[in-house]
């Protein structure tokens, strides 16, 4: 059974870039795709974007380009950017393994969630 | 259109069966999956490609589609099932996933 865990700051500040990154464990990253989402506090689950094995990427329009996801095969790893935070992007940041993306998309795996928060 | 549709708060007494729907325009072309979400925790996959169950989850848990709507059904629901469940997509014009506003489950 493949294991994800988020790591990164629980704590940033306006304006400045939030970084996490997502350990693979378990299983291959490669021929997968990977993908963040998050959840505000109280609120509903809102998917992020992913990342091919190949490194291609997608992302909500909603973020308006701030969201930035990488691949780092040699580390089974997968990061998250996203730039430019408010106070609107204090959420609990979930990392996930995506299925058959291009068809009937599922997330099989997911990590245990690390909530971010975004104050001075 | 870019939306799920769930209804916010569904109850259902022990042991009886539950229907959760979730509508969409994209769940015409497109078949949904389903989580369940604890209090806390991370959600976990129940349902996929509209009624497909992963390994570990009771059949007490289906999935079904018609037209714009999909449905997850619990059949003798307990009490442990009580939770937050979220259908989930992909919009029928290309790339963006999507998920529905959740149904919060009460098991009364």
């Known amino acids: 059974q493949v294991q994800l865990q988020e790591s990164g700051p629980g704590l940033v500040k306006p304006s400045e870039t939030l970084s996490l990154t997502c350990t693979v464990s378990g299983g291959a990253i490669s021929g997968y795709y990977w993908s963040w989402i998050r959840q505000p506090p109280g609120r509903g689950l809102e998917w992020i974007g992913y990342?091919?094995?190949?490194?291609?990427?997608n992302s909500n329009p909603s973020l308006k380009s701030r969201a930035t996801i990488s691949l780092d095969t040699s580390r089974s790893q997968f990061s998250l950017k996203l730039s430019s935070v408010t106070a609107a992007d204090t959420a609990v940041y979930f990392c996930a393994r995506l299925r058959a993306a291009m068809a009937d998309p599922y997330f099989d795996n997911w990590g245990q969630g690390t909530l971010v928060t975004v104050s001075s | 259109s870019s939306e799920l549709t769930q209804d916010p708060a569904v109850s259902v007494a022990l042991g009886q069966t539950v229907r959760i729907t979730c509508q969409g325009d994209?769940?015409?072309?497109?078949?949904a999956s389903w989580y369940q979400q604890k209090p806390g925790q991370a959600p976990i996959l129940v349902i996929y490609?509209?009624?497909n169950r992963p390994s570990g989850i009771p059949d007490r848990f289906s999935g079904s589609g018609s037209g714009n709507t999909a449905s997850l059904t619990i059949a003798g629901a307990q009490a442990e099932d009580e939770a937050d469940y979220y259908c989930n997509s992909r919009d029928s014009s290309g790339d963006l996933l999507l998920f529905g506003g959740g149904t919060k489950l009460t098991v009364l």
């Open positions: 990342v091919y094995h190949s490194g291609s990427t």
């Open positions: 994209s769940l015409r072309n497109i078949y």
């Open positions: 490609r509209k009624d």
